[in-house]
């Protein structure tokens, strides 16, 4: 869909394969934290006790598939090849490659492909992984993670049957500035499921967002239509409602399409 953030973010590991750069050990830090303190422990560990065979470990690789278990060779010959001090390297860094590169690589291609097809020729599409930063891409899929400008969140905003000048979206308005930023982020994602905006901030959007009247009565809560950016206010009587019922919206309605008690 055009200009419309897909709110994922790339890990690390992924994101160096699709640039076709070499997988480490720090890259899977955070992709898998448990693998990554085991493959530290084997290299820290006291050599005496790795070449003791402590910890019973050859270059193989242990697999689950539908229930069942099967056992992968790292190189040829590695179900006969023991971990010591000297191989314990070449051993983590086998075993990163098939885990992170090899077992996935057919998936990851297809992947690519299809990505290099929209982004721009194909045979382009490596060079671009490797001009961008990740935070850089991360940034164009997702949104920007800086402060939201309530100044340009409201700039940015029509009405149908309310005034700018109406009590109702005075409240409206007024709750929404005293919000903390993780609720305004919430009660944006309610009405259009952006989390995080555009790096040119609301005008980066496809269209305007709209607030609605409603004929719904005050018991209700707002509800919303993100295909449409549009959010139906009910005719609240009171700053004090208003409040409440937003509240509860980012509270317990946090990405939901339609929101009402």
Same mark, same amino acid.
């Given at each position: ?6 709110? /994922?973010?790339? +890990? ?28 530290? +422990?084997?290299?820290? #560990?006291? &050599?005496? &006790?790795? =070449? ?10 242990? /697999?689950?598939?539908?229930? @069942? ?14 971990? $010591? ?17 090899? @077992? ?19 045979? *382009?599409?490596? $060079? ?36 700018? $000048?109406?009590?109702? /979206? ?7 500035? =005293? ?17 995080? *905006?555009?790096? $040119?901030?609301?005008?980066? *959007? ?10 719904? @009565?005050? =018991? ?17 009587? @009171?700053?004090? #409602?208003?409040?409440?019922? *937003? ?6 309605? &946090? ?7």
């Amino acid at each position: 869909m055009h200009k419309v953030k897909v709110g /994922i973010a790339f +890990d690390r590991v992924f994101f160096l394969q699709l640039a076709e750069e070499k997988i480490s050990l720090e890259d899977i830090r955070c992709a898998d934290p448990v693998m990554y303190k085991s493959c530290k +422990d084997i290299l820290e #560990m006291d &050599a005496d &006790a790795v =070449d003791s065979d402590a910890m019973g470990l050859t270059f193989v690789r242990e /697999i689950k598939e539908f229930g @069942s278990r099967k056992t992968v060779e790292l190189c040829p010959g590695g179900i006969n090849i023991v971990v $010591n001090s000297k191989n314990r390297d070449l051993y983590v860094h086998l075993l990163i490659q098939h885990i992170f590169v090899k @077992s996935i690589s057919a998936k990851v291609a297809y992947f690519a492909r299809g990505f290099g097809d929209i982004l721009c020729k194909r045979r *382009l599409a490596k $060079n671009f992984f490797q001009g961008i930063e990740l935070k850089g891409l991360d940034c164009v899929l997702s949104g920007s993670d800086k402060p939201i400008c309530f100044k340009d969140w409201k700039a940015h905003t029509k009405y149908e049957d309310y005034r700018e $000048n109406d009590e109702q /979206i005075c409240w409206f308005w007024e709750v929404v500035e =005293d919000m903390s930023m993780e609720q305004q982020r919430e009660l944006l994602f309610f009405w259009t499921s952006v989390k995080y *905006l555009p790096v $040119n901030g609301f005008s980066g *959007l496809p269209c305007p967002l709209t607030i609605y009247k409603t004929s719904c @009565s005050d =018991d209700h809560l707002p509800s919303s239509h993100t295909c449409f950016y549009r959010l139906s206010l009910p005719h609240y009587p @009171s700053l004090a #409602m208003t409040q409440q019922r *937003l509240s509860l919206i980012c509270q317990t309605h &946090a990405g939901c399409s339609f929101g009402f008690v």
